[in-house]
Protein backbone atom coordinates (compact mmCIF):
# COMPACT_ATOMS: atom_id res chain seq x y z
CA UNK A 1 0.00 0.00 0.00
CA UNK A 2 1.29 3.45 -0.89
CA UNK A 3 0.15 5.34 1.83
CA UNK A 4 2.67 3.10 3.97
CA UNK A 5 5.34 4.93 2.13
CA UNK A 6 3.59 8.60 2.27
CA UNK A 7 3.04 8.52 5.59
CA UNK A 8 6.47 7.61 6.07
CA UNK A 9 8.14 10.49 4.49
CA UNK A 10 5.60 12.27 6.51
CA UNK A 11 6.78 11.32 9.46
CA UNK A 12 10.44 11.62 8.53
CA UNK A 13 9.77 15.50 7.53
CA UNK A 14 8.22 16.62 10.49
CA UNK A 15 10.87 14.62 12.88
CA UNK A 16 13.37 17.03 10.78
CA UNK A 17 11.09 20.16 11.35
CA UNK A 18 11.14 19.35 14.79
CA UNK A 19 14.85 19.25 14.72
CA UNK A 20 15.42 22.62 13.24
CA UNK A 21 12.85 24.18 15.72
CA UNK A 22 14.76 22.44 18.41
CA UNK A 23 18.05 24.08 17.56
CA UNK A 24 15.84 27.50 17.07
CA UNK A 25 14.51 27.10 20.95
CA UNK A 26 18.52 26.14 21.86
CA UNK A 27 19.56 29.22 20.71
CA UNK A 28 17.26 31.34 22.59
CA UNK A 29 20.07 33.20 24.28
CA UNK A 30 22.65 32.94 21.62
CA UNK A 31 24.24 36.23 21.00
CA UNK A 32 22.95 37.77 17.23
CA UNK A 33 21.58 33.87 16.37
CA UNK A 34 19.66 33.72 13.21
CA UNK A 35 16.23 31.24 13.23
CA UNK A 36 16.01 28.69 10.86
CA UNK A 37 12.79 27.74 8.80
CA UNK A 38 12.29 24.01 6.98
CA UNK A 39 10.76 23.95 3.87
CA UNK A 40 9.24 20.73 2.16
CA UNK A 41 8.76 20.17 -1.37
CA UNK A 42 5.96 17.14 -2.54
CA UNK A 43 7.61 13.88 -4.41
CA UNK A 44 7.50 12.79 -7.52
CA UNK A 45 3.79 11.83 -9.05
CA UNK A 46 2.60 8.37 -10.25
CA UNK A 47 0.60 8.92 -13.35
CA UNK A 48 -2.39 6.29 -13.53
CA UNK A 49 -4.24 8.45 -16.21
CA UNK A 50 -1.82 11.18 -17.89
CA UNK A 51 -3.40 14.99 -18.04
CA UNK A 52 -3.81 16.02 -21.30
CA UNK A 53 -4.23 12.46 -22.79
CA UNK A 54 -6.93 11.60 -25.43
CA UNK A 55 -9.77 9.52 -24.42
CA UNK A 56 -10.85 8.13 -27.64
CA UNK A 57 -10.33 8.23 -31.30
CA UNK A 58 -12.26 11.41 -31.41
CA UNK A 59 -9.61 13.15 -29.82
CA UNK A 60 -11.63 14.15 -26.68
CA UNK A 61 -8.78 14.96 -24.46
CA UNK A 62 -8.51 14.16 -20.83
CA UNK A 63 -9.12 17.27 -18.51
CA UNK A 64 -7.50 16.26 -15.29
CA UNK A 65 -6.05 12.68 -15.20
CA UNK A 66 -5.32 10.66 -12.51
CA UNK A 67 -1.94 11.46 -10.31
CA UNK A 68 -0.92 10.19 -7.28
CA UNK A 69 1.67 11.70 -4.91
CA UNK A 70 4.59 9.81 -3.32
CA UNK A 71 5.12 11.95 -0.45
CA UNK A 72 6.78 14.54 0.74
CA UNK A 73 11.08 15.69 1.32
CA UNK A 74 12.40 18.40 3.02
CA UNK A 75 13.36 20.47 0.70
CA UNK A 76 15.49 23.32 2.42
CA UNK A 77 16.42 24.75 5.77
CA UNK A 78 16.47 28.90 5.04
CA UNK A 79 18.16 30.46 7.94
CA UNK A 80 15.99 34.04 8.24
CA UNK A 81 18.29 37.22 7.98
CA UNK A 82 16.50 39.54 10.74
CA UNK A 83 17.66 42.43 12.63
CA UNK A 84 17.44 40.60 16.34
CA UNK A 85 16.66 43.32 19.32
CA UNK A 86 19.85 45.45 20.33
CA UNK A 87 20.38 44.66 24.18
CA UNK A 88 23.13 47.30 26.17
CA UNK A 89 26.07 45.68 27.74
CA UNK A 90 28.94 47.46 30.08
CA UNK A 91 31.78 46.15 27.38
CA UNK A 92 33.19 49.16 25.20
CA UNK A 93 34.29 46.74 22.52
CA UNK A 94 30.90 45.01 22.11
CA UNK A 95 29.52 45.92 18.82
CA UNK A 96 26.19 45.45 17.20
CA UNK A 97 24.90 46.11 13.70
CA UNK A 98 22.04 48.00 12.70
CA UNK A 99 21.16 46.87 9.36
CA UNK A 100 22.81 44.88 6.70
CA UNK A 101 26.68 43.86 6.79
CA UNK A 102 28.70 41.01 9.11
CA UNK A 103 31.95 41.16 10.99
CA UNK A 104 34.58 39.49 9.44
CA UNK A 105 36.97 37.34 11.81
CA UNK A 106 40.48 35.70 10.72
CA UNK A 107 40.38 32.05 10.90
CA UNK A 108 43.57 29.87 11.76
CA UNK A 109 43.43 28.55 8.80
CA UNK A 110 43.41 32.13 6.91
CA UNK A 111 40.05 32.18 6.13
CA UNK A 112 37.85 34.68 6.79
CA UNK A 113 34.59 33.79 8.20
CA UNK A 114 31.95 35.84 9.15
CA UNK A 115 29.60 36.71 11.93
CA UNK A 116 26.69 38.95 13.37
CA UNK A 117 28.51 38.49 17.04
CA UNK A 118 29.61 41.42 17.91
CA UNK A 119 31.51 40.34 21.44
CA UNK A 120 35.33 41.55 21.33
CA UNK A 121 37.71 41.69 23.94
CA UNK A 122 41.83 42.56 23.38
CA UNK A 123 44.18 39.57 23.51
CA UNK A 124 47.58 40.51 25.04
CA UNK A 125 48.57 42.25 22.18
CA UNK A 126 46.56 44.92 22.36
CA UNK A 127 44.24 43.24 19.10
CA UNK A 128 40.73 43.27 18.84
CA UNK A 129 39.38 39.68 18.76
CA UNK A 130 36.94 36.97 19.27
CA UNK A 131 36.01 35.38 22.58
CA UNK A 132 38.03 32.63 20.93
CA UNK A 133 40.79 34.51 20.21
CA UNK A 134 40.13 34.81 16.69
CA UNK A 135 41.00 38.30 15.04
CA UNK A 136 39.01 41.09 14.13
CA UNK A 137 39.73 41.69 10.46
CA UNK A 138 41.31 43.92 9.13
CA UNK A 139 42.97 43.95 12.54
CA UNK A 140 42.90 47.01 15.04
CA UNK A 141 45.27 46.82 17.68
CA UNK A 142 44.32 49.29 20.60
CA UNK A 143 47.59 50.84 22.64
CA UNK A 144 48.34 49.78 26.14
CA UNK A 145 48.55 52.91 27.28
CA UNK A 146 44.52 53.99 25.88
CA UNK A 147 42.43 54.80 28.53
CA UNK A 148 39.21 55.26 26.98
CA UNK A 149 38.03 53.20 23.33
CA UNK A 150 35.02 55.12 21.16
CA UNK A 151 33.84 53.45 18.23
CA UNK A 152 31.60 55.63 15.84
CA UNK A 153 28.31 54.82 14.27
CA UNK A 154 30.66 54.25 11.08
CA UNK A 155 33.70 52.29 12.26
CA UNK A 156 35.98 54.42 13.29
CA UNK A 157 37.84 53.05 16.64
CA UNK A 158 39.21 56.29 18.53
CA UNK A 159 41.59 55.82 21.77
CA UNK A 160 42.21 58.50 24.38
CA UNK A 161 45.89 58.80 25.09
CA UNK A 162 47.08 60.09 28.35
CA UNK A 163 48.42 63.39 28.25
CA UNK A 164 46.92 63.96 24.92
CA UNK A 165 43.86 66.28 23.96
CA UNK A 166 42.64 64.71 20.89
CA UNK A 167 41.48 61.43 20.13
CA UNK A 168 43.86 59.13 18.39
CA UNK A 169 42.50 56.99 15.21
CA UNK A 170 44.14 53.22 15.57
CA UNK A 171 41.85 52.23 12.72
CA UNK A 172 38.52 51.41 10.80
CA UNK A 173 36.07 48.86 11.13
CA UNK A 174 34.60 46.85 7.90
CA UNK A 175 32.06 45.15 7.18
CA UNK A 176 31.17 42.54 4.40
CA UNK A 177 27.70 42.26 2.43
CA UNK A 178 26.99 39.22 -0.07
CA UNK A 179 23.78 38.95 -2.56
CA UNK A 180 23.05 36.26 -1.11
CA UNK A 181 23.08 35.65 2.72
CA UNK A 182 21.18 32.84 3.43
CA UNK A 183 23.43 30.96 1.22
CA UNK A 184 26.32 31.16 3.51
CA UNK A 185 27.83 28.18 5.19
CA UNK A 186 27.37 27.57 9.30
CA UNK A 187 30.25 26.15 11.01
CA UNK A 188 29.55 27.01 14.34
CA UNK A 189 30.72 29.52 16.85
CA UNK A 190 28.71 31.80 15.72
CA UNK A 191 30.69 31.84 12.51
CA UNK A 192 29.30 31.19 8.55
CA UNK A 193 31.91 31.11 5.64
CA UNK A 194 31.35 32.13 2.09
CA UNK A 195 29.37 29.85 -0.88
CA UNK A 196 29.39 29.52 -4.33
CA UNK A 197 25.61 30.26 -3.42
CA UNK A 198 26.42 33.29 -1.27
CA UNK A 199 28.17 34.89 -3.90
CA UNK A 200 31.34 36.86 -3.06
CA UNK A 201 31.66 39.37 -0.48
CA UNK A 202 31.47 43.14 -0.77
CA UNK A 203 33.16 44.85 2.08
CA UNK A 204 32.78 48.59 2.97
CA UNK A 205 32.77 50.79 5.85
CA UNK A 206 29.92 50.78 8.02
CA UNK A 207 26.74 53.45 7.89
CA UNK A 208 27.63 53.85 4.22
CA UNK A 209 25.36 52.90 1.23
CA UNK A 210 24.44 49.67 1.62
CA UNK A 211 25.87 49.01 4.77
CA UNK A 212 24.59 48.94 8.41
CA UNK A 213 25.85 51.00 11.31
CA UNK A 214 27.76 50.15 14.17
CA UNK A 215 26.32 50.65 17.38
CA UNK A 216 29.42 50.63 20.38
CA UNK A 217 28.15 48.71 23.96
CA UNK A 218 25.27 46.74 22.52
CA UNK A 219 24.82 43.52 21.40
CA UNK A 220 21.91 41.89 18.88
CA UNK A 221 20.06 39.03 20.46
CA UNK A 222 18.35 35.86 18.98
CA UNK A 223 15.66 36.86 16.39
CA UNK A 224 13.94 33.42 17.85
CA UNK A 225 10.68 34.23 18.85
CA UNK A 226 10.10 31.35 21.54
CA UNK A 227 5.85 31.52 21.46
CA UNK A 228 5.94 31.28 17.39
CA UNK A 229 8.69 28.33 17.45
CA UNK A 230 6.09 26.23 20.42
CA UNK A 231 3.00 27.12 17.91
CA UNK A 232 5.41 25.57 15.45
CA UNK A 233 6.60 22.92 17.31
CA UNK A 234 2.73 22.01 18.55
CA UNK A 235 1.65 21.59 14.49
CA UNK A 236 4.66 19.43 13.49
CA UNK A 237 3.90 16.82 16.68
CA UNK A 238 0.21 16.86 15.53
CA UNK A 239 1.20 16.94 11.77
CA UNK A 240 3.47 13.88 12.87
CA UNK A 241 0.96 12.11 14.91
CA UNK A 242 -1.77 12.38 11.70
CA UNK A 243 0.74 10.38 9.96
CA UNK A 244 1.49 7.55 12.35
CA UNK A 245 -2.18 7.52 12.59
CA UNK A 246 -1.99 6.97 8.38
CA UNK A 247 0.25 4.35 9.06
CA UNK A 248 -1.96 2.48 11.82
CA UNK A 249 -4.86 2.72 9.41
CA UNK A 250 -3.29 1.71 6.65
CA UNK A 251 -1.86 -1.36 8.64
CA UNK A 252 -5.39 -2.59 9.98
CA UNK A 253 -6.82 -2.33 6.41
CA UNK A 254 -4.03 -4.77 5.60
CA UNK A 255 -4.73 -7.05 8.22
CA UNK A 256 -8.32 -6.98 6.91
CA UNK A 257 -7.26 -8.28 3.57
CA UNK A 258 -5.37 -11.11 5.35
CA UNK A 259 -8.35 -12.37 7.21
CA UNK A 260 -10.58 -12.83 4.24
CA UNK A 261 -11.53 -16.20 3.64
Given amino acids: MRSLDIASTGMQAQQRNVEVISNNLAN ?14 DLIYQDL ?35 GNLTATDNSLDMAIQGKGFFQ ?28 G ?11 NASDVTINN ?15 NVGQVQLATFQNEPGLES ?42 EISHLISAQRAYEMNSKVIQTSDEMMGTLTTIR
Fill in 187 to 228: IGDNLMLETAASGSAVTGNPDSVGFGSILQGFLETSNVNAVE
Fill in 49 to 83: RRVGSTSSDAGNVVPTGVQLGLGVKLAAVYRIHEQ
Fill in 105 to 132: VQLPTGETAYTRDGTFQLNQNGLIVTHD
Fill in 28 to 41: MNTTAFQRRRTEFH
Fill in 134 to 144: LQLNPGLTVPQ
Fill in 154 to 168: SGQVLVRIEGQVALQ
